[in-house]
């Protein structure tokens, strides 16, 4: 999950890349009526672009258009030159998804929409979604979920006559998942993931990387987090009372100026032991926990 490839991608999709532009802009048509703008975004590595979803077929909705360089928030106006940008949907406030939305909405005219969490990170939301709000995009309808976790105001949209769903941050293709706290919070996260699997999607059309088998993926993740809470659990019963430490123990190869951020990830799964009272943090020592 860290690297380029990904084992749960979804091959039996037919992708057919249809231009490179400008500044490395790079269309992709997925299925009828869905294909994306791969561009390059200021994302947590390993991952260098974000997929800017292109829903409908003359008149789009376009999610999480996150380019920050103005020449390549220039270069997504120009590659949707030839269709009608009939709305903006971010599917939460982080600048890899939302960075390029203000430009286009002003190339276009088209409103910026959000969930209403979205709204105090990014106040330039025009209208707001809550979950089970309709979307009606041509002669289709993707319904709207509000999935957080790894960010208060996240959604996805899923198109249930096919089970596609625009997974934003859900889940990845390529890269990794960062729940950070505060606003990251395990539990949330993974009764998102379980909300998604309730759901049958088929096909998630995540932020970073390739169209994923949604059903082996959001497994995975789910036995990826519980595995990596075991693991936490594990360093507190050995000793070991900081993130820090445990990310040095848990990520033995990831270089040591990417171990706070690992440590930071792990404090996710600190809170889920504390909440399941398996563990506390230590009151006069900072960043210091015990097990219970």
Same mark, same amino acid.
């Given at each position: 999950?860290?690297?380029? &490839? ?9 992708? &057919? ?5 400008? &500044? ?42 996150? %380019? ?6 220039? %270069?997504?106006?120009? $590659?949707?030159?030839? !269709? ?16 390029? %939305? ?40 993707? #319904? ?42 395990? %539990? ?8 998604? #699997? ?26 990826? &987090?519980?595995?990596?809470? $075991? ?26 100026? !990417? ?29 210091? !926990?015990?097990?219970?």
């Amino acid at each position: 999950r860290r690297g380029n &490839r990904c084992g749960n991608c979804l091959h039996g999709v037919a992708v &057919r890349v249809t231009d490179i532009g400008a &500044r490395g802009v790079i269309h992709e048509s997925i299925t009828p009526g869905i294909s994306r703008l791969v561009v390059p975004t200021d994302t947590l590595p390993p991952a260098t672009s974000t997929n800017a979803w292109l829903l409908g077929r003359e008149a789009l909705t376009v999610v999480d258009p996150g %380019a920050s360089d103005p020449a390549v928030q220039e %270069a997504v106006v120009k $590659a949707l030159s030839t !269709f009608t940008v009939a709305r903006i949907v971010l599917t939460h406030h982080h600048p890899d998804h939302t960075s390029g %939305a203000q430009h286009l909405s002003q190339a276009t005219g088209a409103p910026i929409a959000g969930h209403p969490d979205t709204r105090g990170f990014f106040p330039g939301l025009d209208t707001t979604l809550e979950d089970g709000d309709t979307l009606t995009v041509g002669t289709e309808q993707w #319904q709207v979920l509000h999935t957080p976790g790894h960010a208060h105001g996240h959604i996805c949209l899923l198109r249930q006559t096919d089970g596609y769903a625009v997974v934003g941050d859900l889940l990845a293709g390529e890269g990794t998942i960062l729940i950070a706290p505060p606003e990251g919070h395990l %539990a949330t996260y993974l009764h998102s993931l379980r909300r998604l #699997q309730r759901r049958q999607v088929v096909h998630a059309l995540p932020a970073h990387g390739p169209v994923l088998d949604a059903q082996s993926a959001l497994e995975m993740y789910l036995t990826h &987090r519980h595995a990596r809470t $075991a693991q936490v659990n594990a360093c507190l019963a050995g000793g070991l009372a900081t993130p820090l430490a445990m990310a040095a123990q848990i990520y033995p190869h990831l270089p040591a100026p !990417f171990r706070p951020v690992a440590a930071h990830q792990l404090r996710a799964h600190l809170t889920w032991l504390i909440e399941h009272q398996t563990a506390y943090r230590m009151p006069d020592a900072a960043d210091h !926990f015990g097990p219970l």
